[in-house]
Nanobody, 123 residues
Framework: QVQLQESGPGLVNSSQTLSLTCTVS??????????WSWIRQPPGKGAEWMGA???????YYSPSFKSRASISRDTSKNQFTLQLNSVTPEDTAVYYC???????????????WGQGTQVTVAS
């Protein structure tokens, strides 16, 4: 029932800020006890959890991204966003948003994922 859809630019220049939006349907990002996560998968590598915003609005970040990532939400639109500052070509990846149950946020990462969106950072 729940569906997640990523949107944003497919190409970003180095040093700029990447901004992605996840639109959620079929579930509210403010109810229940879910965490709403951003995950990325660089080419040839495994999925990497970046951070999440909980139903409460609290945010959590992987130490790898804490200094550069910011997750926020627009509850009226049932959307949450990722901003990743100072991107480099190493940030090139497929970016996913996902819904995760408590206790699985950084392991399973999500019981429902979006389809992912390719982001390429130009050098």
């Amino acid at each position: 029932q729940v569906q997640l859809q990523e949107s944003g630019p497919g190409l970003v220049n180095s040093s700029q800020t990447l901004s992605l939006t996840c639109t959620v349907s079929g579930d509210s990002i403010t109810t229940g006890y879910y965490y709403w996560s951003w995950i990325r998968q660089p080419p040839g590598k495994g999925a990497e959890w970046m951070g999440a915003i909980a139903y409460s609005g609290n945010t959590y970040y992987s130490p790898s991204f804490k200094s550069r990532a910011s997750i926020s939400r627009d509850t009226s639109k049932n959307q949450f966003t990722l901003q990743l500052n100072s991107v480099t070509p190493e940030d090139t990846a497929v970016y996913y948003c996902a819904r995760a149950r408590p206790g699985t946020v950084t392991t399973e990462m999500g019981d429902h994922w979006g389809q992912g969106t390719q982001v390429t950072v130009a050098s």
